[in-house]
């Protein structure tokens, strides 16, 4: 199960030595942080690992409150030593295999290469779960790991990011833009489109009606 296999420190750590050699990665992130409502003050981070684009987020927004979801206990003690001083980030453990817990409401939900470990119904399960925590006209940003259209360029991704496709991690669950944009439109989010793509890397936005509950 996934959540297993990130439970152990080995797991986390060959991911974090790795988090900032993926090629265009920060381009993803730069884009992720410019779609989110420039007054957003709470900001729910799912699956936040170290903490990486709270991080990001907390340093280009300085007023935000953030909340960071991860079940991997490895990963929520590097975020917790990345945020050991500041105040303004709160981490939970939570597998997001299971409902989301009440947390209130945020102007920004945001994820970043975490949702595709989920079984797929469970993912579609999770974005009717963020709609409902979005104020309206929050904004719903998940930088995703995709599917490939086909098997040569799921081959070309990983020769991209010089690994071989037997170090692939068999925890994902990878799943097609087009679907999960489906699955965003027909929960009820609005302005739904993939914002930025990199072979199997995109970004995937949606935001909550205005209006709406």
Not at 117 to 143: I, M, Q, S, T, W
Request: aromatic share 8%; hydrophobic share 40%; net charge negative.
């Amino acid at each position: 199960m996934p959540a297993e296999e990130w439970a152990t420190p080995e797991h986390a750590q060959r991911y974090l030595a790795r988090a900032d050699d993926y090629p265009h990665r920060a381009e993803g992130e730069g884009v992720l942080v410019e779609q989110l409502p420039g007054g957003a003050r709470r900001i729910l981070d799912l699956g936040t690992g170290d903490g990486r684009l709270l991080g990001l987020l907390a340093t280009d927004r300085p007023q935000i409150s953030g909340v960071g979801l991860d079940v991997s206990e490895p990963m929520l003690e590097a975020a917790r030593s990345r945020f050991r001083d500041d105040r303004r980030i709160e981490l939970l453990e939570h597998d997001l295999a299971a409902p989301l817990p009440a947390l209130g409401h945020f102007a920004a939900i945001v994820s970043s290469f975490a949702i595709h470990h989920l079984e797929h119904g469970r993912k579609r399960a999770l974005y009717g779960e963020v709609l409902d925590l979005l104020e309206p006209g929050g904004v719903f940003a998940n930088l995703e790991h995709v599917a490939s259209p086909t098997d040569r360029l799921h081959l070309a991704f990983f020769a991209a990011i010089g690994e071989p496709l037997a170090d692939e991690d068999p925890s994902d669950r990878l799943l097609d833009v087009e679907t999960q944009l489906g699955w965003l439109r027909e929960l009820g989010f609005d302005d739904v489109d993939c914002y930025w793509k990199w072979l199997e890397m995109a970004l995937l936005v949606g935001v909550k009606p205005l209006g709406t509950g």
